[in-house]
């Protein structure tokens, strides 16, 4: 786990994975008293610790297996209500506000672990993402860890109706309201379609969420460029500032790039 509170701020950034591994993104945001996850995604290296084709982790005691082999968080006020008594562990109400879904591929690595939290909390995906997750849903057998849009309750009963998620759809322009912050997606350059970075306005300033970085095509690494232009004209059109990365590309990878910038930190001549 890496945390990153942005200088003394009521804004902070806590990875719970997607650092120096293949997916399992799970970034929690927290401004003032907003949290909000950024994406919430399957950790293949992590995952491959314990478990391989044929052994997995066992469903009959709920979420247990996951929390202790570290697959997931051990947060409170996060995950379902049936995962959790058979777990035989506190039930509380949820206290994350929504989680921002960049992607989805077949394999989920930024999606699949939504599967485990509670259908309170909204996710918020483009249109084309939720279509994505709605075909992987009806051509694929339901599993504890694919059951992104729905999930029937444990123990496992056929009878049982699908619980659906609170699911919030956005198209490039628009705008996302959540607690103190305001999301804007935008749409880029990926290996599936409807994939979306995020630039996410704090009471810190603003961050810029790139997901997964695409090294080829016609977008390349240029967009990284583009994001950081896109806000400083937004905000600071007429004065130069000098800006700092917080984050450090080489412990974080290319792979799961986040990246923050806060403005303005110093005024400079350049």
Known sequence: MIFIELYGSLTSLIFYGGVNEIGGNKILLEDKDTRVFLDF???FSRRAKYFEEYINPRVANGIE???TMGLLPDIKGLYRDDLMKMAEREILEP???AVLLSHA???SDHA???SFLHEKIPIYMGETCHLILQTIEERSNRQI???VLSYKQRPYNKKHEPIKRKKITFRTGDKLSIGSLEAEPIHVDHSVPGAYGFIIYTSAGPIGYTRDIRLHGIVLQSYLLLLMLYILN????FVKYRYQFTVNFQRIGLQQLLLVLILPLQKAAF
């Open 145 to 147: 860890e694919r059951e």
């Open 95 to 97: 206290d994350i506000d």
């Open 65 to 67: 297996d996951f929390l």
């Open 41 to 43: 995604g399957k950790g």
């Open 112 to 114: 699949n672990y939504i």
């Open 105 to 107: 591929h077949a394999h």
């Open 234 to 237: 937004q905000y600071f059109p």
